[in-house]
């Protein structure tokens, strides 16, 4: 990283964006908060402007239906083509069907049923833990971050967990659509892991049917309210969407926050001798480096957002607007001294690492639950935890995350 601050610009592409997002944000936020990309798009970083967007039901998630995107974005073309091919997931709906099917699924992921996980979780990561304890060390991804998630999600749906290879690459094919630097070749590769994933989901979806148990897949089979169901499109993209929700964003916030502990080995220590913190510790490591780091919505009137002199800025209806997560979680205007990682930060839980409104995550307290069981099962397991070697990110944007993580404890 260069020690100049950044161009006011959003470059995705730049591998000094890639690999710390945060001085660039920064530079757009002072700068420049509300920045026109072209005449159909524009990217938020001040925690207001965000917020209000994700909240607003004057804006959509459905891009495919609402953005006005040129008639030559080839890419654009060809996710409007796939979403009129296949269900659409609740993430891209908008309502009145987001509302009639987050009614359905909602209720597995109350506090109160997460809560029911928690014994077992706290068993996956001990098991993960005892393996590696006799090495004096493990790789946290491929050892704890990655494993302890997708267990719980394949406990969770009651689904096979010999496929777990497989499965992780579907799902980080599946995510790299999220990406803005999305490639045709890219909504190729998701297409031939859809292909694959559908009829393995399918299988086990029809056979659960006559059999059905105690299990989430069984409770959306069977999950009614005021009378209507999901269908078997609908189901097939929740059970999508939850393994790669599974898969993906709790790893990353396992390895983001075990790295971010690391090197405040302070605020490590100040966790590890203080279990008052676990309820809201994770919290604070998502504001610090969470793994979404934005997400979108279109405008479906013209909005008028405030520039850095206080002049206004009409946004068309259709725009793509990006709200970048991680820029409005570093916000000054709200969080004192953002840039440090301060575990006992009274308003932490104010961050949007997890959206807000009617998108806001349904897995919010599984993934605190899983994060926290997991790094607090660690850190007061062992007096001495160092990184071994250099941590490597994974080249994304949209989706943050470390992919490789050594560390040596006893
Ligand atoms: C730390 C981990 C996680 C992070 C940072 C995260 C982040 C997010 C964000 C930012 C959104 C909203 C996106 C938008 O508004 O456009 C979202 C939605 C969602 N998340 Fe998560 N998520 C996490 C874990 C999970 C888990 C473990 C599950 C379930 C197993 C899950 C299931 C979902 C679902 C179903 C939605 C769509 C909700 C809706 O549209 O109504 N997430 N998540």
């Known amino acids: 990283m260069t020690t100049d601050a950044p161009p006011p610009v959003w470059d995705p592409l730049h591998p000094e964006f890639r690999s710390d997002p945060y001085p660039w944000y920064e530079a757009l936020r002072t700068a420049d908060p509300v920045h026109r990309i072209d005449d159909y798009s524009v990217v ?20 495919e239906q609402h953005a006005a995107a040129p008639i030559n974005d080839l890419v654009m073309e ?26 359905l699924v909602t209720q597995a992921f109350t506090p109160k049923a997460v809560d029911q996980l928690r014994h077992a979780t706290e068993q996956m990561v001990d098991d993960a833990i005892d393996r590696a304890a006799g090495r004096g060390g493990m790789e946290v991804i491929d050892e704890l971050a990655f494993p302890v998630p997708f267990q719980v999600i394949s406990a969770m749906l009651d689904m096979p967990t010999d496929r777990a290879d497989e499965l992780r690459d579907w799902s980080q094919l599946l995510t790299a659509t ?25 299988e086990i979806i ?32 929740f059970v999508v969407l939850l393994y ?45 480096n969470g793994p979404v780091q934005n997400t979108v919505r279109v405008p479906l009137e013209p909005v008028t957002y405030t520039g850095i002199d206080g002049e206004p800025i009409v946004v ?54 899983e994060a926290s069981v997991a790094l607090t099962r660690l850190i007061r397991r062992f007096d001495r935890i160092e990184l071994v070697g250099t941590p490597t990110w994974r080249d994304r944007y949209t989706i943050r995350g470390v992919d490789y993580l050594e560390i040596e404890f006893n």
């Open 78 to 103: 060809r996710r409007r083509q796939r979403s009129e091919e296949r269900s659409k997931s609740i993430l891209n709906l908008d309502p009145p069907d987001h509302t009639r099917l987050r009614k």
């Open 178 to 202: 999220l990406e803005p630097t999305t490639t045709l070749e890219d909504l190729d590769r998701a297409d031939v892991a859809i292909n694959e994933l559908i009829p393995y989901l399918f």
């Open 316 to 369: 068309d209806p259709g725009s793509i607007v990006t709200t970048c997560l991680g820029a409005a979680n570093r916000d000054p205007a709200l969080f004192d001294k953002p840039n440090e990682l301060r575990l006992d930060r009274p308003n932490a839980q104010r961050h949007l690492a997890l959206a807000s409104g009617i998108h806001y995550c349904l897995g919010a307290s599984l993934a605190r639950m």
């Open 44 to 63: 938020l970083t001040r925690h207001d402007d965000v917020l209000r967007t994700l909240r607003g039901p004057e804006f959509a998630r459905d891009i």
């Open 244 to 288: 790669v929700a599974g898969h993906e964003t709790t790893v990353n916030l396992i390895g983001n926050g075990l790295l971010a502990l690391l090197e405040h080995p302070d605020q490590l220590e100040l966790w590890r001798n203080d279990p008052a913190l676990d309820a809201s510790a994770v919290d604070e490591l998502l504001r610090f």
């Open 206 to 237: 029809e056979q659960r049917r006559h059999n059905l148990g105690n299990d989430v897949v069984s409770a959306l089979l069977t999950a009614e309210s005021e009378g209507d169901r999901l269908d078997m499109a609908e189901l097939m993209s």
